[in-house]
C-alpha cells in the first residue's frame, strides 16, 4: 500500500472522526495550519495536495458535528446580525456563480476558489462553542501562540542557511525555480509554511494575538517573558521574511488597536 493511499485513508478517517469529536477536530485543524506546509515541504512531498486538503476535511467534519450535536455544545441561536446574513448569502451566491466561469481553465480552480473564500466562514459560528469558557479559551490561545518559538527558531536557520539548503525549499516541485532570497546574502524565510504569503499573513495574526494576550496581564514581564520572547520572534520573522505587506498592515493597524487598549 502506498504513502498516498495510507494519507487518502488516514484523512477520511480523521473526518469521521471529527464529526463526533468536533470541538477536538477544530483544534487540531487550528494546529495543522501552522505545520501543514511542513508536512508538505519536508515529511510528506510527494503527497503536497493530500496534506493541504486534510484540515479542511477535517473542518467539514467539525460543522457536521457541531450542527448535529444538541448535547455537546449550548444551544445553536444565530445572533440577530440581519445584514451579515445577508452579505454572506450575496458573496456565496457571487462565489458559487464564479465557479462556471467560462473564463477558467476547468470547474475544478473554481471550486478550489471557491473553497478558499467560504469554506473557513462557519468558524464564525462554530468557534465560540469550542470552547467551554473563557479560561479555556485564553488557555488554548496562549499554548497557541506559543507555538511560534518553534516556528521562530526554524526561521532563523532557514535565515542563516543557503539558499540551496533542504531548510530552504517552497510545496512545489524545483521546476518552478528557487526559493527568493535578498540579494544574494539570505533567503526570505517561510518557517513551516509552503510559502512567504502564508507564513507573514500567520506572522501578522500572530502579532495582533500577542499584543491581546500582554493586555490581559497588564503588560507585566513577571509571567510574561515567554510571551515577550515568542512576540520579538514574531516580528524577527516578518523581517527575515522580506515581506512588505504585514509592516505596512501593522502600521495601520496598530492604533486601532491602542485605541481598543
Given at each position: 500500500m502506498n504513502t498516498r493511499l495510507l494519507i487518502m485513508l488516514a484523512v477520511l478517517?480523521?473526518?469521521?472522526?471529527?464529526?463526533?469529536?468536533?470541538?477536538?477536530?477544530?483544534?487540531?485543524?487550528?494546529?495543522?495550519?501552522v505545520f501543514e506546509g511542513a508536512l508538505r515541504k519536508w515529511v510528506f512531498p510527494g503527497a503536497q495536495d493530500l496534506i493541504y486538503f486534510a484540515k479542511d476535511l477535517?473542518?467539514?467534519?467539525?460543522?457536521?458535528?457541531?450542527?448535529?450535536?444538541?448535547?455537546?455544545?449550548?444551544r445553536f441561536e444565530l445572533p440577530p446580525a440581519a445584514l451579515l446574513y445577508l452579505s454572506l448569502a450575496m458573496a456565496a451566491g457571487l462565489g458559487l456563480f464564479e465557479i462556471?466561469?467560462?473564463?477558467?481553465?476547468?470547474?475544478?480552480?473554481?471550486?478550489?476558489?471557491f473553497k478558499a473564500y467560504f469554506l473557513y466562514v462557519p468558524l464564525m459560528f462554530v468557534l465560540p462553542a469550542v470552547f467551554d469558557?473563557?479560561?479555556?479559551l485564553a488557555r488554548f490561545l496562549r499554548?497557541?501562540?506559543?507555538?511560534?518559538?518553534?516556528?521562530g527558531l526554524?526561521?532563523?536557520?532557514q535565515f542563516w542557511a543557503p539558499a540551496g539548503s533542504a531548510l530552504n525549499t517552497y510545496a512545489r516541485s524545483d521546476e518552478f525555480g528557487s526559493v527568493a532570497t535578498f540579494g544574494t546574502a539570505h533567503v526570505?524565510?517561510?518557517?513551516?509554511?509552503?510559502f512567504i504569503s502564508g507564513y507573514t499573513s500567520y506572522l501578522l495574526a500572530m502579532v495582533f494575538l500577542a499584543l491581546a494576550i500582554?493586555?490581559?496581564?497588564?503588560?507585566?514581564?513577571?509571567?510574561?517573558?515567554?510571551?515577550?520572547?515568542?512576540?520579538?520572534?514574531?516580528?524577527?520573522?516578518?523581517?527575515?521574511?522580506?515581506?512588505?505587506?504585514?509592516?505596512?498592515?501593522?502600521?495601520?493597524?496598530?492604533p486601532v488597536y491602542w485605541w481598543f487598549a
Open positions: 478517517a480523521a473526518s469521521v472522526w471529527s464529526v463526533r469529536r468536533w470541538r477536538s477536530a477544530v483544534k487540531i485543524a487550528m494546529v495543522l495550519l477535517i473542518l467539514v467534519g467539525a460543522y457536521v458535528g457541531f450542527f448535529l450535536s444538541s448535547r455537546d455544545r449550548p462556471f466561469n467560462p473564463n477558467l481553465p476547468n470547474i475544478l480552480v473554481g471550486i478550489l476558489g469558557n473563557d479560561r479555556d499554548w497557541y501562540f506559543l507555538l511560534t518559538i518553534p516556528v526554524l526561521a532563523i536557520s526570505r524565510v517561510t518557517g513551516t509554511f509552503a500582554l493586555a490581559t496581564i497588564s503588560w507585566r514581564w513577571r509571567g510574561g517573558l515567554l510571551l515577550y520572547g515568542a512576540l520579538g520572534l514574531t516580528l524577527l520573522g516578518i523581517l527575515m521574511s522580506g515581506s512588505r505587506a504585514p509592516v505596512v498592515n501593522l502600521l495601520v493597524l496598530f
